[in-house]
């Protein structure tokens, strides 16, 4: 923030101003797109902290600040994908570590696990994270991370952040929380001890399907000391024109997570109640096996919802809706539907899939900001032809 640096401000005004003050040149309220790959120099090391675009860019460095306060970490770096940034965080450690992952993870995420690091010498084992005693079970002597998301997707299993980050760092490991579902709207995993937060920037943060980012947050400037080389290093960073569309879908994060989640909580209810659903996986639901936990370290339960019908229709299903639109990704205005084991984990295989509930029959959906009248009755016309 500016002028008054003591000013204590809330989240849905850090969205707006954190990161950036209007420039010296017209004072522009909205950010420039600063284009240049390089910087001139009033003499060899005479720069203004910008020598060339990979190493820094000023409006990248304005995302990352923004994702640092919102965050409340020590600094943040901004990627071309989510993907890069949790596999620059894996590359950061050495050759032989272990690292522990929820059992329900992205599909994305197990994939450069198991494909691309094990094939480096990295050690992966994949557990249920809400057990706390089966994640101390799995550490051993060279286990240096424990990467969970909560809630998982797309089964919506919420961990105990907090207490898993105690774990783990009585064992000299360290913690990284996937915030995609949750945003730093609805729960702040460095707050109950995570060392790194990642999120999908594309879903949520930018929030209109039109932009492909990663962000990687640290709670310690050592870590992100050491993050920072590793981007200018490897170079996969985000672009000034995908960090200005992230800059600009960010200030309208809390009204949109707001709608997002009151949608959610009603299309949830509906699909609870209806006698051709078999089960809803949401964390809003009394009946959610977490369901106090997420009430306890979330203000919030977010727009991302699964569930299963009573009988193998969902090709039918899927035929017979309107609103919602059969695609891949989550998080922004548009609702979305999609069919996880044949989708978006796909490249976990079918027996791993299995193991953790992540049927054929699994619907998964991203509720968007529509009226919430018009999602249901979607929803429940398709379900009557079905």
């Not at 003591?6 to 950036?20: C, D, P």
């Not at 050759?95 to 992966?124: E, N, P």
């Not at 492909?212 to 050491?226: F, Q």
């Not at 299995?354 to 619907?363: A, E, F, P, Q, R």
Request: neutral net charge.
């Amino acid at each position: 923030m500016r002028k008054n640096s003591s000013l204590k401000t809330r989240l849905a005004t850090k969205v707006i101003h954190e990161g950036y003050e209007p420039e010296p040149l017209a004072a522009c309220v909205a950010p420039p797109i600063y284009m240049s790959t390089t910087y001139a120099q009033d003499g060899v090391g005479g720069h203004k902290g910008y020598e060339y675009a990979r190493s820094n860019n000023p409006t990248r460095e304005m995302l990352e600040k923004n994702m640092s306060a919102l965050e409340e970490a020590y600094g943040s770096c901004a990627f071309a994908s989510g993907m890069a940034a949790i596999s620059t965080l894996i590359q950061d450690l050495n050759q032989g570590d272990h690292i522990i992952c929820c059992a329900s993870i992205y599909g994305g995420s197990y994939r450069v696990f198991t494909k691309v690091f094990a094939r480096h010498g990295f050690q992966f084992s994949f557990v249920d994270t809400t057990c706390l005693k089966t994640v101390e079970e799995a550490f051993n002597s060279r286990t240096k991370l424990v990467f969970v998301e909560s809630p998982t997707n797309p089964l919506m299993e919420i961990s105990d952040i907090g207490a898993i980050c105690e774990l783990a760092h009585k064992k000299g490991a360290q913690v990284c929380v996937d915030n995609t579902f949750m945003t730093p709207y609805l729960q702040s995993p460095i707050n109950m001890g995570a060392d790194y937060v990642v999120h999908s920037a594309t879903k949520y943060l930018g929030g209109h399907s039109d932009v492909i980012g990663g962000i990687l947050c640290m709670k310690n400037k050592e870590d992100w000391e050491r993050i920072r080389f590793i981007q200018k290093s490897v170079g996969a960073v985000l672009s000034p024109f995908d960090s200005w569309l992230l800059l600009r879908g960010i200030k309208t994060l809390a009204v949109r997570m707001r709608a997002h989640e009151e949608n959610a909580n009603k299309v949830a209810a509906f699909l609870d109640s209806h006698p051709k659903v078999s089960k809803v996986f949401y964390p809003g639901l009394s009946n959610h096996p977490q369901h106090k936990l997420a009430q306890k370290q979330a203000c919030g339960f977010g727009g991302m919802l699964s569930f299963e019908l009573k009988q193998d229709k969902v090709k039918e299903f899927l035929k017979c809706l309107n609103i919602f639109l059969l695609a891949e990704s989550l998080g922004a205005v548009e609702s979305l539907v999609c069919i996880p084991a044949k989708m978006t984990h796909a490249s976990i295989p079918a027996e791993e899939r299995l193991k953790v509930g992540i049927t054929d029959n699994l619907i998964r959906l991203s509720v968007g900001i529509e009226d919430a009248e018009d999602l249901i009755a979607d929803l429940k016309a398709a379900l009557e032809l079905v």
